[in-house]
């Protein structure tokens, strides 16, 4: 009986490695999306500071 409840906790059990791994994996996409984001914006930034100058 112990061996079928370790096996059903095991399927519906949520690993926290496994969670943390993919909480690290988004949060370092996100910070990469933001920084290309504030990069691009400091490019359009300079090119209508120096055309419309």
Do not use: P, W
Not at 5 to 28: P, W
Request: glycine residues 6%; charged residues 25%; aromatic residues 6%.
């Amino acid at each position: 009986m112990d061996a079928i409840e370790a096996n059903r906790q095991g399927d519906i059990g949520v690993a926290t490695d496994e969670e943390l791994s993919n909480m690290i994996k988004f949060q370092n996409a996100y910070n990469a999306s933001s920084r290309f984001i504030n990069v691009i914006d400091e490019c359009i930034e300079h090119i209508i500071t120096t055309l419309g100058a």
